[in-house]
């Protein structure tokens, strides 16, 4: 018989799954010894942490030994990641083997590389190439587990989840999952500059460390690619989508290789974002327009040399004519012209451009909410097969709420993808505790009326336009250097999120709370339980204290931290928040009815009829599409303005509710995070109530209402709020 085993080589990659300990910051209360170990959240939702003693031995049978069927670097991940679990949770390593198995193994394999897995008839045939089953099975008496798919990434998807339902105390007896991802594209969009700046990055630094590329692989890039693998992320744009040509260059491109590289065997493509005057900046030539031969000519030998760099290349995400970047319409060609191009470059090497529908323009007086439509709409059809249209979740900018953009549904014969914002731009940075599922559950399922009810937007990202198109969701990722990945412990639950529901956009926010709280904080159900609870409202307590009611882009300038509602001053129209409120004596919010702007008409004709009378339109967005007097009843009974005020209120409190909870689960999880979020909250609270008053100060100086008995007046007048220069905020710049 031949064993293989190879603890040895496993063993550096063991010792850095550790838990690590930090005994100075631990307090010196009595309850020290049942106080768990101090962690800084590097490991993630990837903890591993021992399994209670007495669940232990019903996990310790069937996950004995490892039997592994097949020979790839994927493989050799997947083998390596069920070393850590085994390591990390039942506390031992295990033997192993290519042998058919014995009881109690985990047996991995597809049906090609395995006669045992081909055996089974499992049903494979429907789960594609990232999908697989996890099935127990009794052999010689005793309970293994297979973990079969297509290819060797399925394989090492189904032992994440594999993991994770030990993570998470499932029971394995029985086991029987069948999973596959519902759309083909599931990617990280890095908003990270070549010298490591990353544009609305609010966790350190580009994990990027280009000047020690390629000769230096930091080991963290392996971290960060299981961790995306184990929600099945499958692709990186590694550079910001206000793009630098360089990157394009031979010099970088080797670099790009490193990385793509090591992401290989986690099943993650590289992507780049592509200026799109690069043939002018970087190939001398004298224009970039998209219809001119030599233009194409230079993108497809550009595209040739990357492909010969990197084989497995992804493609393009490009930002055009958006915010100053360049783009086809500088020579009065449409952004299907310049897709198209682009797309015609990679098309040969399996390619695909994502063309992002983020456009508006400083020339056009529309509505902005108008504007991506109004471009975009028209178009539909008129794109190559291997493009893809990438939309943000709402027609402005990833607001705390915002009604779903009116594109999805609308482009019928176009793939369109979403793009959420993972990082926190609107919604607290890094220290607020907002977690993003409600918000991008809320959105994945509503109703487009498109082209009948009950089409949801999930139901539009995630059935193909054609047989076999290109299906999608990006996040704008908030990912950087920082010792927790994401500048704070809660978010990375935004990230966690993110990759379950690119792999399931019908998934719920909550179950998926519930599996990161478990993996990332305790065992302990009543912990769990408040910590989703305190998950579950994070989000509207957000909305609440920042921009109730349908409420929008009330952020201070540049950086968008903090209040800025009186701002009007700046040069664009769309820039400032006065444009979006639209608060006078007479009331407040922005008419996109006939009467108004008639945004409304871009949705489909049930929902632009719902949203068109104040009295059938959600009162969270009330204030998105109407513009109603100040004593308008609301159906609380209250007029606007106190409704305002309660919303407010409400929000802060929220807060306040959250640091109770907290205090509460003090002890009960590590005292090193513990107080890192402790501190956290406090922060949010105090910022919370800095939103509030400053709101209130406004709005008050406008509507000219005296505060209702039992409403706090602001701590201090408008002057002091206007007067809060925050301009080295992060994420706005060097
Ligand atoms: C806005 C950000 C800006 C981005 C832009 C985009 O403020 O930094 O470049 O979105 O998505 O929200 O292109």
């Not at 009881?103 to 990232?130: C, M, N």
């Amino acid at each position: 018989m031949r064993l293989l085993f190879v603890v040895m080589t496993l063993f550096a990659a063991l010792i850095a799954a550790a838990p690590r300990t930090d005994a100075r910051s631990l307090p010196s209360s009595p309850q020290t010894a049942t106080i768990p170990a101090n962690e800084d959240g590097y490991d993630l939702w990837l903890r591993y942490r021992p399994v209670d003693p007495a669940s232990r031995p019903a996990y310790a049978a069937a996950f004995a030994s490892i039997v592994r069927h097949g020979n790839s670097p994927t493989i050799d991940a997947a083998v390596a990641e069920l070393q850590r679990g085994a390591l990390g949770m039942l506390g031992r390593e295990l033997q192993v083997s290519e042998e058919d198995a014995l009881g109690g193994a985990v047996i991995i394999g597809t049906p090609a590389t395995s006669r045992f897995v081909a055996s089974l008839k499992l049903p494979l045939a429907g789960l594609g190439a990232e999908g697989f089953a996890i099935r127990s099975v009794a052999m010689h008496g005793r309970v293994s587990i297979v973990i079969a798919a297509n290819s060797d990434i399925g394989v090492l998807y189904g032992v994440f989840r594999f993991l994770q339902q030990i993570q998470t105390r499932q029971k394995l007896n029985g086991i029987d999952i069948t999973d596959s991802p519902k759309l083909q594209v599931r990617i990280l969009n890095h908003w990270d500059n070549l010298d490591r700046y990353v544009e609305r990055g609010y966790a350190g630094q580009s994990l990027w460390d280009w000047q020690k590329l390629p000769g230096y692989k930091d080991p963290r890039y392996t971290d960060y690619a299981r961790a995306n693998a184990s929600i099945g992320i499958n692709g990186v744009v590694l550079t910001n989508v206000n793009a630098n040509a360089e990157i394009l260059k031979p010099e970088w491109l080797v670099k790009v290789r490193a990385l793509a590289e090591v992401f290989r065997p986690y099943g993650i493509r590289v992507y780049l974002t592509a200026r799109f005057s690069a043939p002018i900046e970087i190939g001398g030539l004298k224009t970039a327009d998209p219809l001119d031969p030599a233009v194409a000519a230079w993108w497809k030998a550009k595209a040739d040399e990357i492909y010969r760099v990197i084989p497995d290349f992804g493609g393009f995400l490009v930002k055009a004519n958006s915010e100053g970047q360049p783009g086809p319409g500088d020579y009065k060609r449409s952004h299907a012209d310049g897709a198209n191009m682009l797309a015609d470059a990679v098309a040969p090497h399996g390619g695909i451009v994502m063309w992002r529908a983020f456009v508006y323009s400083a020339e056009n007086a529309e509505d902005r909410a108008k504007q991506a439509y109004a471009d975009f709409q028209p178009l539909d059809g008129t794109f190559r097969d291997n493009v893809i249209v990438q939309v943000k979740n709402g027609a402005i900018d990833f607001q705390p709420r915002e009604p779903f953009h009116p594109l999805f549904g609308a482009m019928p014969r176009t793939p369109l993808m979403m793009e959420f914002q993972i990082t926190k731009e609107y919604l607290g940075f890094a220290t607020h505790l907002a977690y993003l599922g409600p918000m991008w559950e809320e959105v994945l399922q509503s109703d487009t009326f498109r082209p009948r009810e009950g089409v949801t937007v999930a139901d539009t990202l995630d059935t193909p336009v054609r047989p076999g198109a290109v299906t999608g969701m990006a996040g704008v990722a908030n990912i950087g250097t920082d010792r927790n990945w994401s500048g704070s412990q809660f978010d990375q639950a935004n990230w966690y999120a993110f990759g379950r529901f690119a792999w399931d956009p019908d998934s719920k926010s909550d179950a998926i709370a519930r599996d990161w709280a478990r993996m990332t904080w305790s065992d302990d159900p009543a912990t769990v339980g408040a910590i989703v609870a305190m998950m579950g409202g994070s989000r509207e307590a957000v909305v609440d204290y920042m921009t109730p009611l349908g409420l929008a882009h009330l952020m201070a300038t540049g950086h968008h931290y903090g209040p800025g509602p009186w701002v009007a001053n700046l040069a664009r129209p769309e820039w400032n928040p006065a444009y979006y409120h639209r608060a006078g004596k007479d009331g407040i919010g922005f008419d996109r009815t006939k009467t108004g702007s008639d945004a409304l008409s871009q949705y489909a004709d049930p929902l632009a009829k719902r949203w068109g009378n104040p009295e059938t339109t959600p009162e969270n967005l009330l204030l998105w599409f109407h513009h109603v007097p100040w004593d308008r009843k609301m159906t609380s009974g209250r007029t606007l303005w106190e409704e305002l005020l309660a919303h407010y209120d409400r929000g802060v409190a929220s807060v306040a509710a959250m640091q109770a909870r907290w205090e509460e689960q003090k002890g009960r999880v590590d005292h090193r995070r513990w107080s890192e979020v402790s501190d956290f909250l406090a922060i949010q609270h105090a910022e919370a109530k800095w939103w509030r008053d400053a709101s209130i100060a406004y709005f008050q100086s406008v509507s000219g209402r005296p505060l209702p008995a039992g409403v706090a007046a602001p701590e201090h007048d408008l002057d002091w709020y206007k007067a809060i220069d925050s301009k080295y905020a992060p994420g706005n710049g060097k």
